[in-house]
């Protein structure tokens, strides 16, 4: 498995704002991923970054929206764009070290008011 | 569209009874399949994965997988208290990137003492 962490851990934010989720992991991974946990809902991909290239979106999502960088293999960032009550979520950084088996971070609780 | 579907419970059993946990996949050439408990206020974290048809052991824990049926269970033996959770089941996209799952929207479990 890895550690994985990110900051912040809960944030209240206000609506038109952005918020970047930050997620550092303890060793090299070749991909990492951003998962979203709506309120009652299942986790649903955002996107997969990848380090020296564009993050690859998943449907539904878009670049404006959620930025990603991915500057080097330990580090990530997921940038929530203008910020509406509907982007209320948990975001979750995770990585698959050893085939498809996905461990994640602890998470970033999002409050838009 | 490619789902996972789980009963959402709660599913109450006595302290020391078997729980038994499913979760059906609409795609059928899915090949890798993950359980995933997730504590309230928590971020999920990986239980076991299962690759072929069987049953796979680990302590408590057994994941059954009937590729044929599309369906994919968890049994704990003896539970207890602490594995009050949501247990969420997920599913590889085939062909997708690595990392892509298909979640469910779990399944809550009550251990009662």
């Known amino acids: 498995s890895a550690v994985i962490s990110q900051k912040p851990s809960r944030d209240i934010c206000q609506r038109g704002t952005s918020l970047t989720i930050q997620c550092q992991v303890d060793s090299q991974v070749t991909m990492m991923f951003w998962y979203r946990q709506q309120p009652g809902q299942s986790l649903t991909l955002i996107a997969t970054a990848n380090q020296g290239s564009e993050a690859t979106y998943e449907s539904g999502f878009v670049i404006d929206k959620f930025p990603i960088s991915r500057p080097n293999l330990t580090f990530s960032t997921l940038t929530v764009s203008n910020m509406s009550p509907e982007d209320s979520s948990i975001y979750l950084c995770?990585?698959?070290?050893?085939?498809?088996?996905?461990?994640f971070g602890e998470g970033s609780w999002l409050t838009v008011v | 569209q490619k789902e996972v579907e789980q009963n959402s419970g709660p599913l109450s059993v006595p302290e020391g009874a078997i729980a038994s946990l499913n979760c059906t996949y609409s795609d059928r050439v899915s090949q890798s399949f993950f359980w995933y408990r997730q504590y309230s206020g928590k971020s999920p974290e990986l239980i076991m994965s299962?690759?072929?048809?069987g049953d796979k052991e680990d302590g408590r824990f057994t994941a059954q997988l009937n590729k044929a049926s599309q369906y994919v269970s968890l049994l704990i033996r003896d539970s207890q208290p602490s594995d009050s959770a949501t247990y969420l089941c997920a599913v590889n996209v085939y062909g997708g990137s690595q990392g892509n799952l298909i979640f469910g929207k779990g399944t809550k479990l009550s251990v009662k003492p």
């Open positions: 299962i690759y072929s048809n």
């Open positions: 995770s990585v698959a070290p050893q085939g498809d088996t996905i461990y």
